[in-house]
């Protein structure tokens, strides 16, 4: 991981949705190289902050810098060439049923024509390679398990040569062995030199592959450490998180007032 300037930069970030106030106050920086997991439950916002990174909602207050480019007021056209830096895994793998593996991991470069077919098709390849599905080129999305169809959207993610890669709940829906398998690869990618973000709800994920874990409620920031400081946190909010049983009975986590979930999906 790299010392120098952050990579990602969100600063007294504030976003509202209509008349719902979805994130308050948001402050945190991503380092080169680093992997930093945002962590918390369904609607507290976590995924929000993804598409702020994106460029694909603007935020009400606050700057975002990407690469030490503020991206808060830049036309369409120039967050498009931001976003070509960055490449995002989804939470369903969103790959195209209508292409096959092979075409699914080099769509981007296709799309971007800078790379000849041949070239393509290598880079293609080696990313397959490297999560695990070289021979599963020539075959359909239908024909992979949900396992492999989220691997397959890291190996594009890969392809793309993509300095940043953005996660939405990598390891949702999958049985314990593939959980781990993708997490695995999101640590071994850390051998390339990518900075990462994650967004999970799953605790052992996050303990996983994180070198800094940012903890997320209701649009507002509780926590921002290592894994190992956020074990040792003493909070109620956080405890409540990660251990329920331990907290008593009458024990409840209040919303702040003025800040509500985020919208579904």
Request: some cysteine; overall charge negative.
């Amino acid at each position: 991981m790299n010392a120098g300037p952050p990579m990602i930069t969100l600063r007294s970030v504030g976003l509202m949705l209509g008349a719902r106030p979805i994130l308050k106050d948001v402050s945190l920086d991503v380092r080169p190289g680093e992997t930093k997991v945002i962590l918390g439950g369904s609607g507290s916002g976590k995924t929000t902050i993804l598409r702020l990174i994106l460029g694909l909602y603007r935020p009400d207050q606050g700057s975002i810098f990407v690469g030490g480019e503020e991206i808060t007021h830049l036309e369409e056209r120039d967050l498009a060439e931001i976003r070509q830096r960055m490449a995002m895994v989804f939470q369903n793998a969103a790959l195209f049923d209508s292409l096959t593996v092979r075409e699914n991991v080099g769509y981007r470069l296709w799309e971007q024509d800078l790379l000849s077919d041949e070239q393509i098709d290598l880079a293609a390849i080696e990313s397959l390679r490297f999560v695990g599905l070289e021979d599963t080129v020539d075959k359909m999305p239908a024909e992979l398990s949900g396992g492999m169809r989220k691997r397959v959207g890291i190996a594009r993610a890969l392809a793309s040569g993509a300095t940043t890669l953005l996660y939405d709940e990598p390891t949702a829906g999958l049985d314990p062995i593939n959980t781990c398998m993708v997490s695995r690869l999101i640590q071994r990618l850390k051998t390339k030199d990518v900075t990462q973000i994650v967004v999970t709800h799953d605790l052992d994920t996050a303990y996983r592959i994180a070198d800094r874990i940012v903890m997320i409620a209701s649009g507002c920031i509780l926590f921002d450490g290592t894994p190992d400081e956020l074990r040792r946190s003493d909070m109620p909010a956080i405890r409540e998180f990660l251990d329920p049983g331990s907290m008593p009975p009458d024990w409840r986590v209040i919303p702040k007032p003025d800040v509500v979930d985020e919208p579904a999906g």
